[in-house]
């Protein structure tokens, strides 16, 4: 609530990210599992502007959300049901196994950016909490700006506010690429 308060120009939201394995049609593939609320404004404009087939209304817990180059790859459709594999395992008698947990395809997303389109599945925040094996206090706030390019202003702003805090902003976590482009 401070963050709000104290930067105007923000929105926040909350979510859970891991990677994981989703096996389709005899098919696997690693991926990037992020959990959501659909109910905040920047994920709903988000699905709004990308979503292709389903309706972001009617995805529910134990459904998921995939892009298009994925449902192409594994050859699967609105309705369908695939398998999630987590990195957190399970204890039983004969040793520990992965968690997985199966899931209907709510709907398909296309962004345009085939290696987004390929590798992100999007699922409800408390079945990636509950996949993963983790707390509801485990969950990572998202900012969102109305002008990127005051991210480091703001990332230090904020640090500011508390050392504990693990900010970073878009171009920390993809720094090959502004590498890339700055050649």
């Given at each position: 609530?401070?963050?709000?308060?104290?930067?105007?120009?923000?929105?926040?939201?909350?979510?859970?990210?891991?990677?994981?394995?989703?096996?389709?049609?005899?098919?696997?593939?690693?991926?990037?599992?992020?959990?959501?609320?659909?109910?905040?404004?920047?994920?709903?404009?988000?699905?709004?502007?990308?979503?292709?087939?389903?309706?972001?209304?009617?995805f529910n817990s134990n459904e998921?959300?995939?892009?298009?180059?994925?449902?192409?790859?594994?050859?699967?459709?609105?309705?369908?049901?695939?398998?999630?594999?987590?990195?957190?395992?399970?204890s039983t008698p004969i040793g520990?196994?992965?968690?997985?947990?199966?899931?209907?395809?709510?709907?398909?997303?296309?962004?345009?950016?085939?290696?987004?389109?390929?590798?992100?599945?999007?699922?409800?925040?408390?079945?990636?909490?509950?996949?993963?094996?983790?707390?509801?206090?485990?969950?990572?706030?998202?900012?969102?700006?109305?002008?990127?390019?005051?991210?480091?202003?703001?990332?230090?702003?904020?640090?500011?506010?508390?050392?504990?805090?693990?900010?970073?902003?878009?171009?920390?976590?993809?720094?090959?690429?502004?590498?890339?482009?700055?050649?």
């Open positions: 609530q401070r963050l709000k308060k104290d930067f105007k120009e923000i929105s926040l939201s909350k979510s859970y990210s891991g990677e994981g394995i989703v096996i389709g049609n005899g098919n696997a593939k690693g991926v990037l599992l992020k959990g959501i609320n659909k109910k905040e404004k920047n994920v709903s404009e988000f699905f709004e502007k990308f979503i292709i087939k389903g309706n972001i209304e009617n998921v959300l995939i892009g298009s180059e994925l449902a192409f790859n594994l050859n699967l459709q609105e309705g369908d049901i695939l398998s999630i594999m987590s990195s957190a395992f399970i520990s196994i992965p968690k997985q947990e199966s899931f209907k395809v709510a709907g398909i997303f296309n962004t345009g950016f085939i290696d987004f389109d390929k590798n992100v599945i999007f699922l409800k925040i408390e079945d990636a909490l509950s996949i993963f094996d983790k707390e509801e206090s485990e969950v990572n706030l998202e900012i969102f700006l109305n002008n990127p390019l005051n991210a480091n202003t703001i990332k230090s702003k904020i640090q500011n506010i508390n050392q504990n805090y693990f900010i970073y902003t878009w171009s920390d976590l993809n720094k090959s690429l502004f590498s890339a482009l700055k050649v």
